[in-house]
């Protein structure tokens, strides 16, 4: 039995009243993607950490889509990496397809995305979880919290059992009082007919937590045996795979890929899904639950977009040792026979077996406005909470939260200043901001156009921007630290070099030039000059370069796009500088906005209710105007 050092009783594997007590540093509540990145985040920070879930075989589940990554969610795994966090190592060693999404576009919105194998994915975290010093897995479901003087101390299980604790992360993602629905089918459980947690929403409850409560669905899985592939468009991975992780050798990720399909919803199957529409949970008002805007069922698509005569529908396989393959695109909660005719209209899908029929999933999950940007609660010392529980959607935005809380959770029982990522510096602080600033109603979905700071946070140099706090924080090693170093170092030599190199406008020059689509020279200049011009790069202009070393391809990468977009990155810079200014004006915990004259009432209440830590946090909660923010400046300067 592991336990802390800290202070316990001498007999610590003590039962009272026939009841079990346990001592750890850290308890982590659920193991999803918050939960494992949350519990391995804490473990290898040397605490002693225990990770409850209703299932041991629910760890590291994929009860949606088995992929990880796609616009901007590539982003937040590759930060999530560069922190020290778990899961693009994972998907490294378990995807089947990868893909870098908008190649045509600009390096700011490149997203990598790739199809796992899903039982391989699950398998792989486990392993990597029960072979992790200082972290114990336990099956059992959490049913109450224990808090004294607004201070975590620890969490009661449904048994009966007591875990004393100096700091709890709650990562419950969809299953606290979980409902699974199609038709007019109801079944309380979590995702894949998986155990629910129906006794924890009490107790928070009591503590006087605000709770919401959320939906969100999944399509149906169908036999491979029974798709006709000849109606539709093959869909091929990348010939060159980048890997997720950091610490990843690219080599080892170039393997034989798994093929997904593209078909396409059609007027039959749209009428089939309004001819039902009074059959459908969501219409009918069965279904409670708000749901993501920006991942909508089939049938809210139909309604909602009723000028589209298709919507995309992509198969993709859940795994390589099986036949079932998940319907992109046809989340639904219509009843089992609509849903068989409704996917039978698609070419392709014409006799297509159900395996696993669509629903939609209810759950419980809180208003995130609660938490600190450490996300740690407000008003309870000590709890931490992440992912789907906060209100948000996706395996990877619960993944960074995760990692997030579980590193914040461990610096405070260390008595360490916590880490927060504010909006100039990650994806994760666009995430974590907007979820503890703005009003949310729905679940929250990670978006390229949330970060305004774009340019800066490419998924490219995620660990240029990172790296470093992961490493104060613990969990980047000295080894991968001084990789790191090195790179910067051939970075910014490489610009150096490349910005004062001269280039004349010879005959080799000229040919290459002309071949390459690009106005000969009329005089010399610069490589990085040439860089600049829309049809040229550090690559393409190799040839001509001759002074130039064999790099590694992601310092090349960084060469290339740190030229090429100069003039824009300087002016986001000096953006960011602005904003910093901003976030660094601190206001006090215990201000009283209520004695700001000149305040406007709805500033006031909003002001109150959120309690943000600094002016620039301030000035993102709805209903404060510029105006508000120029009078609580100037009584900050006045105290």
Excluded at 118 to 127: G, I, L, N, V
Excluded at 207 to 217: Q, Y
Excluded at 349 to 355: D, G, P
Excluded at 447 to 471: F, P
Aim: glycine share 8%; with cysteine.
């Amino acid at each position: 039995m592991r336990f802390s050092a800290s202070s316990a009783p001498e007999n610590r594997n003590e039962v009272k009243m026939n009841k079990l007590e346990e001592y750890y540093d850290i308890v982590v509540v659920g193991a999803g993607h918050a939960g494992c990145e949350a519990a391995l985040a804490g473990a290898r920070l040397g605490l002693e950490t225990i990770m409850f879930t209703v299932s041991v075989d629910s760890i590291a589940l994929m009860p949606c889509n088995p992929n990880v990554g796609g616009s901007s969610k590539g982003h937040l795994v590759r930060e999530l990496d560069a922190l020290g966090g778990e899961m693009g190592k994972n998907i490294d060693k378990t995807f089947i397809q990868s893909k870098m999404l908008n190649k045509s576009k600009g390096p700011a919105v490149h997203s990598l995305r790739a199809q796992a194998d899903k039982q391989a994915y699950s398998r792989e975290m486990r392993k990597t979880l029960e072979n992790t010093a200082h972290l114990t897995v336990r099956q059992g479901e959490v049913a109450e919290l224990l808090v004294e003087d607004g201070c975590i101390t620890g969490v009661k299980t449904y048994s009966g059992a007591i875990y004393h604790c100096k700091a709890v992360v709650l990562c419950t993602g969809t299953y606290l009082k979980a409902r699974c629905i199609y038709g007019d089918v109801s079944n309380y459980t979590g995702p894949n007919g998986l155990q629910a947690a129906n006794h924890l929403t009490d107790s928070l409850k009591a503590l006087g937590i605000e709770m919401f409560r959320f939906k969100t669905g999944t399509p149906a899985r169908i036999d491979r045996n029974s798709i006709d592939f000849s109606k539709m468009e093959e869909q091929f991975g990348d010939e060159r795979v980048v890997p997720f992780s950091f610490s990843t050798n690219p080599e080892d990720v170039q393997i034989k890929q798994e093929s997904c399909w593209l078909t396409y919803t059609n007027p039959k199957t749209h009428q089939i899904i309004r001819d039902n529409l009074d059959r459908s949970p969501l219409y009918s008002g069965m279904i409670e639950g708000t749901g993501p805007r920006y991942c909508p069922s089939i049938e809210d698509k139909v309604v909602r977009f009723a000028d589209k005569d298709r919507h995309q529908v992509f198969i993709e396989p859940e795994g390589l040792y099986t036949n079932e393959m998940y319907i992109g695109g046809m989340s639904s909660s219509l009843p089992e026979d609509v849903q068989y005719e409704m996917y039978h209209s698609v070419a392709g899908l014409e006799h297509a077996k159900i395996v696993r029929n669509a629903y939609a999933i209810e759950y419980d999950c809180i208003n995130p406005r609660q938490l600190n940007p450490t996300l740690e609660f407000k008003n309870i010392k000590g709890l931490f909470s992440a992912g789907q529980f906060n209100g948000s959607s996706g395996y990877e935005e619960a993944a960074a939260q995760g990692l997030v809380a579980g590193i914040n959770a461990a610096l405070k029982v260390k008595g360490r200043e916590m880490m927060t990522l504010d909006r100039s510096e990650a994806y994760i602080g666009v995430l974590i901001d907007d979820l503890v600033t703005k009003e949310n109603h729905e679940p929250y979905r990670m978006m390229t156009s949330r970060a305004e700071y774009r340019l800066l946070l490419r998924q490219d140099n995620a660990d240029l921007r990172l790296r470093k706090k992961g490493y104060e924080a613990g969990l980047i090693s000295q080894e991968d630290y001084d990789r790191l170093l090195l790179k910067e170092k051939q970075i910014e030599e490489e610009i150096h070099r490349v910005e004062h190199t001269n280039i004349g406008a010879n005959k080799e020059v000229q040919q290459l030039l002309e071949s390459l689509g690009s106005t000969p020279l009329k005089a010399g200049t610069t490589l990085g000059e040439l860089i600049r011009r829309p049809e040229l790069d550090y690559e393409k202009l190799a040839p001509i370069d001759k002074k130039r070393e064999m790099l590694p391809w992601d310092v090349a990468e960084q060469v290339n796009i740190n030229i090429k977009y100069d003039g824009y990155i300087r002016r986001q810079l000096k953006q960011v500088k602005d904003f910093k200014k901003m976030e660094a004006r601190k206001i006090p915990e215990n201000i009283n906005y209520d004695e700001v004259n000149s305040l406007r009432i709805e500033a006031k209440q909003k002001l109150n209710l959120y309690r943000p830590v600094s002016i620039g946090q301030a000035s993102r909660i709805s209903g404060v105007s510029p105006a508000d923010i120029s009078v609580l400046l100037v009584y900050l300067e006045t105290k």
